[in-house]
């Protein structure tokens, strides 16, 4: 049996039997709401209309995305869209990854009128310190359930959290230390030296499946390339996404390698092991979302698996423990290994965390 926000706002639209509208983050997540509707409840597909890219269905039940909601011709111009749902009457509304609301280009959703307004997400958090604005757009916190009790009650995986430090290789150094603080940066997060680390990390968990997840593109081909795995960006078509995803999930792809566009919305129930190798700067909420990818309960154990590798002293440390500040508030711990420079094999001192 699954629990999670799709299927609580299913039990929600199934309850009050109204005019519904749902928004979500992306193309993948309104398909995904479509599967799961058609499989709990009696709709049919006639019933449920896909409002995203080329597709423009308005029916009882309709799923749309706020990207789509929010687009118009110029700066000047009328959202043609939310005038459309304007028009319209709902019962319910239900905002999926509601902490996405406040963005000031989609907190101007919150505007369509509704007698009833729902909003799930599993990471309430804003780096912009918005992220109460939700309970002004749409009504008081209703429930909220700690992760770690989820846990305990085998409703999701347990995950064990690992930050790994390495050394920038010798011959980058000039290059860094010449560098703004921006390139700096970028040049810790692709820090070529990653690669080795992965790929013990993948034959530590032969057989188990999972995500590689990155920042940068070039550095996410480069891993796919060494890794003879599917890289999956936001410049791979939504047709393409889809079949990976489903691959993925059929087990005929052990990895795949995403960039920010797996942050959101995406259902990707048999991911074990997760190895984060470059992030959005010091984003806690990216870091929980991250995480968030490997949390379905699996079988034989219940357990998962998030390594995060950070290049020793540079900016990227002090974005690490930024962005594990909200895992930590939810209990959970990260382990800390250091890798020393010229240790021999690449993960030569990392013998306890890690591994079946």
């Given amino acids: 049996m699954r629990i999670g926000k799709t299927v609580i706002g299913v039990g929600a639209i199934a309850r009050l039997r109204s005019a519904t509208l749902i928004l979500t983050s992306n193309a993948t997540s309104v398909r995904q709401w479509k599967r799961e509707l058609l499989d709990k409840t009696t709709l049919t597909d006639g019933d449920i209309g896909e409002y ?3 597709r423009r269905e308005v029916r009882p039940v309709t799923i749309a995305t706020y990207q789509m909601m929010t687009q118009r011709k110029g700066k000047g111009n ?3 869209h939310m005038q459309l749902f304007r028009q319209r009457d709902w019962g319910l509304i239900v905002y999926d990854e ?9 907190r101007m959703t919150a505007e369509i009128q509704a007698t009833r307004r729902l909003g799930l997400t599993a990471t309430l958090i804003r780096e912009d ?6 309970f002004s757009l749409i ?7 700690p992760w770690k009790m989820l846990e305990s009650k085998g409703w999701i995986a347990s995950v064990r959290c690992c930050e790994i430090r390495l050394p920038l290789p010798e011959a980058d150094r000039p290059r860094y230390y010449a560098a703004d603080a921006r390139t700096k940066v970028r040049l810790a997060g692709e820090n070529a030296g990653k690669l080795p680390i992965v790929e013990e990390l993948l034959r530590r968990h032969a057989g188990q499946p999972a995500l590689v997840i990155g920042q940068y593109l070039d550095q996410l081909h480069r891993l796919g390339a060494k890794l003879n795995a599917p890289v999956l960006t936001g410049e791979v078509r939504q047709e393409e996404r889809e079949r990976l995803y489903e691959a993925f999930k059929r087990g005929e792809i ?7 566009v797996a942050n959101f919305a995406v259902d990707l129930p048999d991911a074990v092991v997760a190895i984060q190798v470059s992030g959005s700067f010091g984003s806690r909420q990216e870091e929980a979302q991250r995480i968030g990818r490997i949390l379905r309960p699996k079988t034989g154990g219940n357990a998962a698996w998030f390594y995060t590798l950070v290049t020793a002293q540079s900016k990227e440390t002090e974005f690490a423990a930024k962005r594990q500040l909200f895992m930590l508030e939810q209990g959970y711990r990260y382990e800390l290994v250091r890798l020393a420079e010229g240790s021999g094999e690449p993960m030569g001192a990392f013998k306890e965390a890690g591994g079946r």
């Fill in 98 to 106: 509601v902490h996405l609301l406040p963005a000031p280009v989609f």
């Fill in 254 to 260: 052990p990895v795949l390698v995403v960039s920010k």
């Fill in 78 to 80: 009328e959202f043609p």
């Fill in 129 to 134: 310190g918005c992220a109460e604005d939700v």
């Fill in 139 to 145: 009504g008081p916190k209703l429930f909220e359930m």
């Fill in 52 to 54: 995203c890219g080329a």
